[in-house]
C-alpha cells in the first residue's frame, strides 16, 4: 500500500502562483509514475501533468509553459509549481501513484486526499 499526503492548496488571484506537494510513504518502492490530475465541478478528473519513469514528462495541453512538475531527488515527493494561474484551474487537484505489483504483474494506482485550488478573477 501506498500512502499520499498533499498540501498547498489554497485561494489565489488569476496570474498568482501557488505550489503542490504530494508525499508518499509505505511501499514505495517499483514506483512507475507520479503525477497531478484535478476535477473542477461537474467535469471528470483530468490529466495535469504526470513524471513516468524512462518517460518524457507528461503535461496537459492548458497548462504547458505555465505548471511544472517535479520529484524531489531520491525521495517520493513530487510537486507542482503552478504559476500564471486562470480561474479555470480552479480545481479539486489529486496526487496520483502508479506503482508495479511484481507479485500480479500489474501496475497498482493510488491516489491521495485531493486538495482546493481556487483562483479568482
Known amino acids: 500500500q501506498v500512502q499520499l499526503v498533499e498540501s498547498g492548496g489554497g485561494l489565489v488571484q488569476a496570474g498568482g502562483s501557488l505550489r503542490l506537494s504530494c508525499a508518499a510513504s509505505?511501499?514505495?518502492?517499483?514506483?512507475?509514475?507520479m503525477g497531478w490530475y484535478r476535477q473542477a465541478p461537474g467535469n471528470q478528473r483530468e490529466l495535469v501533468a504526470r513524471l513516468i519513469s524512462g518517460s518524457p514528462t507528461d503535461y496537459a495541453d492548458a497548462v504547458k509553459g505555465r505548471f511544472t512538475i517535479s520529484r524531489e531527488n531520491g525521495k517520493n515527493t513530487v510537486f507542482l509549481q503552478m504559476n500564471s494561474l486562470k480561474p479555470e484551474d480552479t480545481a479539486v487537484y489529486f496526487c496520483?501513484?502508479?506503482?508495479?505489483?511484481?507479485?500480479?504483474?500489474?501496475?497498482?494506482?493510488?491516489w491521495g486526499q485531493g486538495t482546493q485550488v481556487t483562483v479568482s478573477s
Open positions: 496520483n501513484v502508479d506503482r508495479w505489483n511484481i507479485e500480479t504483474m500489474s501496475l497498482e494506482t493510488y
Open positions: 509505505g511501499s514505495t518502492f517499483r514506483i512507475h509514475a
